[in-house]
């Protein structure tokens, strides 16, 4: 078996979650770490190789010198360049984290760069693998008039985060940066939207210097198949805990989900109501990669393509417009 030749570009907090798993998967051979702190990418390639792997600070070279099949981003939304061109134009498959930019120029380019070469993309959706989600989206997919349904669904934490996370700026907000993991899933869910509106207000966060993020929004999504859903989050909840959850309602069925591995079933349109427990422990974030790894070898597309990261961040951006302008904004089908 070949293996896989694969890069970091992004060496920070979040990027250790795929090299612990990179490094323990056979088919995959870490070869080399970018950061523009050095350090950073020094401290990855002792964790992750015993200091077998390349340290650059400049990705083109990463990408120049280091010959790889597969390449995980994990940039801070801001700092998205032209890594995934470059990407495409020496053939790398490609993990890249969401949200995958901060204007639709750019995610659109991307989209572009990655259909052209025929590399493999996989956006870092990871929810969407869930075993309740999963089976929620089969029930769908099998049910025989068209899927329509309600979701009602929370995010919810309070920290700081790093400096370029509360700068809308630099994330482009809670709802683009964090949330667009649940818009993410509406999409999933329900196809694509065709109007939203959303409220959001720093609440919590004024006295704090640089906080120019919103901490509080709600968000009315309806979609072109007739569904509707609510989002509403904050980052003004409980210290240390990030809770998210969502209820989906549809004619013969009503699911809370937990998280997206978990979730009770009830068949409201039965006589007595029967219950169901879907319990999932797999890891996510693991999930992704093995499928991308499968697309690779199997040469079929991911389970998330880079349309996705395109639409849902089309979906979010225009919720933070509709809050900036206080109007509905029409979202065109793709
Ligand atoms: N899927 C998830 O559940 C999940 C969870 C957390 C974060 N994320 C995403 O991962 C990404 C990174 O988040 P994080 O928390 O690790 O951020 P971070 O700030 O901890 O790490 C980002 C790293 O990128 C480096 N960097 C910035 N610009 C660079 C450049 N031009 N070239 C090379 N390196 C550069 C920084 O020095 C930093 O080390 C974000 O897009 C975030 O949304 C996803």
């Given at each position: 078996m070949k293996q896989l030749r694969t890069g970091i570009i992004g060496c920070g907090h979040f990027a250790r979650k795929h090299a612990a798993h990179l490094s323990a998967i056979e088919e995959v051979n870490l070869v080399g770490f970018c950061d523009k702190d050095a350090e950073r990418a020094i401290s990855y390639n002792e964790q992750f190789t015993q200091r077998k792997g390349s340290i650059f600070t400049d990705y083109q070279e990463l990408f120049s010198d280091m010959?790889?099949?597969?390449?995980?981003?994990c940039l801070p939304p801001f700092a998205h360049g032209n890594e995934v061109e470059l990407a495409c134009q020496h053939g790398v498959n490609i993990l890249i984290e969401k949200p995958i930019?901060?204007?639709?120029?750019?995610?659109?380019?991307?989209?572009k760069h990655v259909h052209a070469s025929g590399v493999k993309c996989q956006v870092g959706f990871m929810y969407r693998f869930g075993k309740a989600a999963l089976e929620f989206r089969r029930y769908l997919q099998?049910?025989?008039?068209?899927?329509?349904?309600f979701m009602l669904g929370r995010y919810a934490c309070n920290s700081l985060h790093s400096n370029w996370w509360r700068s809308r700026e630099h994330s482009g907000?809670?709802?683009?940066?964090q949330v667009i993991h649940l818009l993410d899933m509406s999409r999933y869910f329900f196809g694509e939207p065709i109007k939203v509106f959303s409220l959001?207000?720093?609440l919590f966060h004024r006295d704090v210097e640089s906080y120019t993020n919103?901490?509080?929004?709600?968000?009315?999504?309806?979609?072109?198949?007739?569904?509707?859903?609510?989002i509403a989050a904050t980052n003004g909840a409980i210290p240390n805990r990030w809770e998210y959850d969502w209820r989906l309602v549809t004619k013969e069925v009503t699911a809370d989900f937990s998280d997206s591995n978990n979730a009770t079933f009830y068949q409201t349109a039965?006589?007595?109501?029967?219950?169901?427990?879907i319990s999932g422990k797999d890891d996510l974030y693991l999930a992704e990669t093995m499928d991308l790894l499968e697309a690779i070898r199997e040469n079929r597309e991911t389970f998330v393509p880079i349309d996705e990261?395109?639409?849902?961040l089309n979906l979010a951006l225009s919720a933070t417009l509709s809050a900036q302008k206080e109007t509905p904004i029409n979202i065109s089908l793709p």
């Open positions: 010959d790889l099949d597969l390449v995980y981003i930019a901060l204007d639709m120029e750019q995610a659109n380019s991307m989209a099998e049910s025989s008039s068209e899927p329509k349904g907000g809670q709802l683009v940066e959001q207000d720093n919103e901490d509080v929004s709600a968000t009315v999504i309806q979609f072109a198949s007739g569904s509707v859903a609510t039965q006589e007595g109501v029967p219950t169901s427990v990261g395109v639409r849902s």
